[in-house]
């Protein structure tokens, strides 16, 4: 049989895919051969479990192999179990059924008198133990956190931090040790234990007071650390341990935001940190992040968190891209509540937004638009427009849509409003979004006054560039309701570069160049063309303006596009019957004005918000993640991509075939024998449910008296991106069920729903039957919806972690994720 090397060695000679798989496939077969066979030979037994190993570095199935590991384990020799708590860690988890058989092996190497086959044994157990491990070996675990040797204590406390996130309920043997090693002189344990208290702090919070008792010890240590008055072995850069010195202010950080009091004693020690490390260092800008994290975190006095602001602006200056791009991330988070501050930085800021680097590109851009308010507006908003014109094509996309933002959330006046979002339009139109394009035309009706100036501008625009989709499309819609300031303005604008003289035949030159110039392939600029001409028919009045028209708007009665062909049919008839109502041609109603957003939320909560800390919270919840995801239990937004085509299909034909499940009134009423068809509107199948019970004759009395079921006050719990969802709960009191109602709507009232799809989980008590989606899409201000039945334990609480996918027409699909633990605490009684 080969060696190891002799195996590594076939592997990386192959020249071809099929080369490599044969030489991988040779040896997996020859593994599998001397597993069979059973062999006694340790050293055989390595060197299968060496391949093992190097086939599993390469994705190779592994799992015949793991037998094979656990005999390793029980040889006396240290080189053996080395070697197989190597592969158990690799080749096992915690959800396995071999790994019981791993128990007393742990057991007796846990207690070996060897520390380094203890300490083996630690990694092992830290690394795949199992809640059944951990309570078997708990005991075991305790008294080792207590050795002599500070190379097992060290590691002991890592694994008694996993007993205690597998079992919290197992923590109280740990909690004397814990305090006692507060003050241990060994690093590796000071910061193990550190580790060990963070982590029981955040699943037990009434434990925070308990060690916070030991904050003195703790500021004791990190000033001996700063001052460099500590004798360390363990200096990194002429930076004394950094490692701990970052832990004891993650530490201080807990207590400090549980106990006020502890604020002022940490005070001095967190200006000393920040005055005596040396920033030069990488280590050092570690250490002065994680003390600006502890100082924005506590409820620190003014001066200090300047000092911190002042550290993260120096930050930005640092040649190194990860320094530069952390330091943007905190002042992001910390402009609400020391907005002067930042503000003093903001030429720094805004030079990050031409470095080479496009991730330190587009944390500049989303923090300089944070720095936008009603008084540097016109400033900020200059800036980010030389910025947009240099901009590459991946983030002028992002760059338009946040100075559109600020545009509406702090514009002066409405003249100053309307010239920039053109600008933008003229520099960005092909990559604005619908929902920009919808304020921009809602700010023009919505303002008499800028009628006549708006639509001399765009006319102008629309002249000089007929190559940004969104300022065509905003140009054709103006010059369809208000064409006719065109031809006899009535203001006199002090602006030399707005057009003169424009006779009917002008415009009408310039609609035709831009339907002419337009690919097949955008019918939108066809349709909005279209109405500007239906709309310019009865403002001209001309005989040669109305028959050019009519001939351009039977030019396109034939398009290959059916909704083009249909609205030219129809207009066509509409100018040939003069008996038709022409009222719907004239210009529509003003509108309200569009509302004042910024990018993160609603301009008028981020001019009065009160000025308050924040603080980062970590939640803990028992919700079984069935979804994937693993992330904090606040709500996220994750921008995927589009779902493919073979996943989306797989999805429509799973809503397809799935019908929804009966219970005991449906069976009696006999409405659902049939599923109803999937895109039905809830309405239309209540009605048709109601039309069934008509006809069926049934005594409604005696439908009266079976249970009824408890409602309750809808709830909302998702609202973003156009789309609500509200939850409906109620209780069947017959078999204690709760059955909850999910409801969709789209808010937009011109944006089409492609594909909404709803994924539940509940707590491991609780078992949950979710029903399919009435419909999958939603068109503009409708709605869908989809029934959930959750049964459990008497008297639980039910909660629900909901992952929510959104994909609109051509536009990347939206992912969210919530948890809700607002239900009615009795739907389960």
Not at 209 to 219: C, G
């Amino acid at each position: 049989m080969s060696s190891l090397k002799t195996f590594i060695k076939a592997v990386r000679a192959s020249k071809t895919t099929a080369e490599e798989n044969s030489a991988i496939r040779k040896e997996s077969a020859q593994i599998r051969k001397n597993i069979r066979q059973g062999s006694a030979d340790t050293r055989m037994r390595r060197r299968n479990v060496a391949k093992l190993l190097f086939l599993y570095l390469l994705g190779e199935p592994t799992h015949f192999g793991q037998i094979e590991c656990l005999k390793l384990l029980s040889s006396p020799q240290f080189m053996d179990k080395r070697l197989g708590y190597l592969g158990a860690m690799l080749l096992l988890d915690e959800n396995q059924e071999v790994l019981t058989l791993l128990t007393n092996s742990l057991q007796q190497d846990l207690q070996s008198p060897n520390k380094f086959v203890v300490s083996l044994a630690l990694s092992a157990f830290g690394n795949i133990a199992s809640p059944e491990l951990a309570r078997d070996l708990s005991n075991i675990i305790s008294k080792l956190c207590s050795s002599s040797h500070n190379f097992v204590s060290k590691k002991a406390l890592l694994c008694a931090l996993r007993v205690v996130q597998k079992e919290p309920e197992l923590a109280d043997p740990y909690l004397l040790s814990a305090e006692e090693l507060l003050h241990s002189k060994s690093h590796g344990v000071l910061m193990s234990d550190i580790s060990f208290v963070m982590g029981l702090c955040r699943i037990h919070p009434n434990l925070i007071p308990r060690f916070a008792e030991h904050t003195d010890a703790l500021i004791h240590r990190l000033r001996q650390l700063s001052s460099n008055t500590y004798s360390s072995e363990l200096n990194i850069g002429n930076v004394s341990d950094p490692f701990l010195q970052i832990k004891i202010l993650q530490i201080l950080s807990i207590f400090a935001q549980h106990d006020a009091s502890i604020n002022d004693r940490i005070s001095d020690i967190l200006a000393q940190v920040c005055s005596n490390t040396d920033s030069s260092r990488n280590a050092g800008n570690a250490i002065l992040y994680q003390a600006v994290r502890t100082i924005l975190d506590v409820d620190s006095d003014s001066s200090l968190r300047v000092l911190g602001v002042n550290i993260l602006a120096k930050f930005l200056g640092n040649r190194d891209n990860n320094t530069r791009y952390v330091a943007l991330n905190m002042l992001k988070r910390v402009v609400n509540t020391e907005e002067n501050a930042v503000q003093r930085h903001r030429s720094t800021i805004l030079s990050c937004l031409y470095d080479v680097d496009i991730s330190i590109q587009a944390r500049a851009l989303e923090l300089s638009t944070f720095l936008v308010n009603e008084s540097n507006v016109r400033f900020m908003v200059r800036e980010l427009l030389t910025y947009l014109d240099t901009v590459s094509d991946d983030m002028r996309s992002r760059t338009a849509q946040y100075i559109t933002e600020v545009t509406n959330a702090f514009a002066p006046n409405k003249r100053w409003h309307f010239d920039t979002l053109l600008r933008v339009f003229k520099s960005a139109g092909n990559f604005l979004s619908e929902s920009a394009l919808s304020t921009f035309l809602r700010l023009i009706a919505s303002a008499p006054d800028l009628h006549e100036y708006a639509t001399l501008k765009l006319y102008a625009a629309l002249k000089d560039d007929i190559s940004q989709e969104a300022l065509i499309l905003a140009s054709l819609w103006v010059l369809g309701e208000y064409g006719q300031y065109l031809l006899s303005p009535s203001m006199n604008f002090d602006d030399d570069t707005l057009p003169t003289n424009i006779s009917e035949d002008d415009i009408l030159d310039l609609v035709e160049e831009v339907l002419i110039g337009t690919n097949f392939l955008q019918p939108t600029i066809i349709q909005y063309g279209l109405n500007t001409l239906i709309k310019l028919s009865t403002r001209f009045q001309s005989s040669s303006s109305l028959s050019k028209i009519q001939r351009l708007i039977e030019f396109y009665g034939k398009h290959r596009n059916t909704e083009v062909q249909q609205r030219s049919i129809e207009y066509q008839h509409v100018i040939q019957d003069p008996s038709l109502d022409r009222t719907v041609m004239q210009s529509i109603p003003a509108p309200s004005p569009p509302a004042r957003i910024t990018p993160y939320q609603n301009a008028e909560q981020k001019l009065n918000a009160p000025k308050k800390p924040l603080k980062e919270t970590e939640e803990t919840n028992d919700l079984l993640d069935l979804i994937g995801l693993t992330g904090p239990s606040q709500t996220e937004t994750l921008i995927n991509e589009t779902p493919s085509a073979n996943t989306t299909a797989a999805n429509d034909l799973a809503d397809i075939i799935s019908a929804p499940k009966k219970n005991q009134v449906d069976d009696i009423l006999g409405l659902f024998s049939t599923p109803a068809p999937a895109a039905e509107p809830a309405t239309n199948t209540l009605a048709n449910s109601f039309a069934s019970l008509d006809m069926s004759g049934l005594n409604l009395s005696q439908a009266a008296s079976t249970p009824q079921t408890k409602q309750y006050e809808p709830l909302l719990v998702y609202d973003k991106h156009d789309v609500i969802l509200s939850l409906y709960p109620s209780k069947d009191e017959a078999s204690k069920t709760a059955v909850i109602e999910a409801r969709f709507k789209n808010k937009s009232v011109v944006s089409k729903v492609e594909k909404v799809h709803l994924e539940v989980a509940v707590p491991k008590s609780q078992k949950l039957r979710l029903q399919p989606l009435r419909s999958t899409s939603m068109d503009p201000g409708m709605e869908t919806s989809q029934t959930m039945r959750i049964q459990g334990p008497k008297n639980t609480q039910v909660k629900l972690r909901l992952r929510i996918s959104i994909t609109r027409e051509d536009k990347v699909g939206i992912l969210d994720q919530v948890d809700y633990s607002k239900l009615p605490s009795d739907l389960l009684d």
